[in-house]
């Protein structure tokens, strides 16, 4: 029974044990263990070797565990917090972002890809488009950054929707850097928070319309 159990649930490094030693007893203790792991997003956001192991504790974390990122970064490359995000979205845990006191550039996607959000005292955050320095052919810069712009436009109107206004973010995408002091974060990210749960609910709605009546479970009366 044991097996069975830990098989159907994954409770695969758990103990299941009765409460009291009676082959009859139905009520069973379950031990559970959780771990909170604490990584420091700080400086420069650099090349993605350097996050290897944040990113490795994310996709290994459990469903018990809680991930808290304590930022305090200007910024830097985007493929490296893409590459973070992408690990945030596979994480299991409940992923927490909490500024320390910057967050600025790249360090902002991050922040707004956790699950759960909090703020220190002088908090504050800056966003503004990407910038880079290609080097090659004219032919091959003019495609690059023909192909770059198109990215990031879209890239930032996924990721700022809820949290920067249809004004707001045409500006940043004409060049315009945006700062927020504590205060005007929290407002938006309360605003954000609801934008993405509404997106969420849609999304599982239009699932939802997709499955075959004849998939969908049936609840019988009781």
């Given at each position: 029974?044991k ?8 409770f695969?490094d758990?103990?299941v044990?009765?409460?009291f ?5 139905k ?8 771990t909170l792991?604490?990584y420091?997003?700080?400086g420069?956001?650099g ?13 290994s ?6 991930v808290v990122?304590?930022i305090?970064?200007?910024g830097?490359?985007?493929s ?21 006191s910057?967050?600025?550039?790249a360090a902002?996607?991050?922040?707004l890809a956790?699950?759960?959000y909090?703020l220190?005292?002088e908090?504050?955050?800056m ?5 880079s320095?290609y ?9 690059y950054v023909a192909?770059?712009?198109k990215?990031?436009?879209r890239?930032?109107r996924n990721?700022y929707?809820?949290f ?7 500006r940043?995408?004409d060049?315009?850097?945006?700062y927020?002091d ?8 309360e605003?954000?928070?609801e934008?993405q749960r509404?997106k969420?609910m849609q ?8 499955i ?7 609840v019988?009366?009781?």
């Amino acid at each position: 029974m044991k097996h069975k159990l830990n098989k159907k649930f994954g409770f695969d490094d758990m103990e299941v044990f009765p409460m009291f030693p009676n082959q009859n007893q139905k009520l069973l203790r379950k031990e559970m263990t959780s771990t909170l792991y604490e990584y420091y997003l700080v400086g420069e956001i650099g090349e993605a070797s350097e996050y290897i192991e944040l990113c490795d504790v994310l996709r290994s974390a459990n469903e018990n565990d809680q991930v808290v990122i304590r930022i305090n970064s200007c910024g830097g490359l985007l493929s490296t917090a893409n590459m973070i995000i992408n690990a945030i979205y596979e994480c299991q845990a409940h992923v927490h972002g909490f500024i320390e006191s910057e967050c600025a550039s790249a360090a902002t996607f991050i922040l707004l890809a956790c699950h759960s959000y909090s703020l220190g005292e002088e908090a504050e955050m800056m966003i503004h488009t990407s910038s880079s320095g290609y080097v090659g052919k004219e032919s091959e810069q003019h495609n690059y950054v023909a192909h770059s712009r198109k990215k990031i436009h879209r890239m930032m109107r996924n990721r700022y929707e809820g949290f920067l206004t249809e004004d707001e973010l045409s500006r940043v995408l004409d060049g315009v850097d945006l700062y927020f002091d504590r205060d005007d974060v929290a407002d938006r990210l309360e605003r954000y928070s609801e934008v993405q749960r509404e997106k969420f609910m849609q999304e599982m709605e239009a699932l939802e319309k997709e499955i075959p009546d004849n998939e969908k479970t049936k609840v019988l009366p009781s």
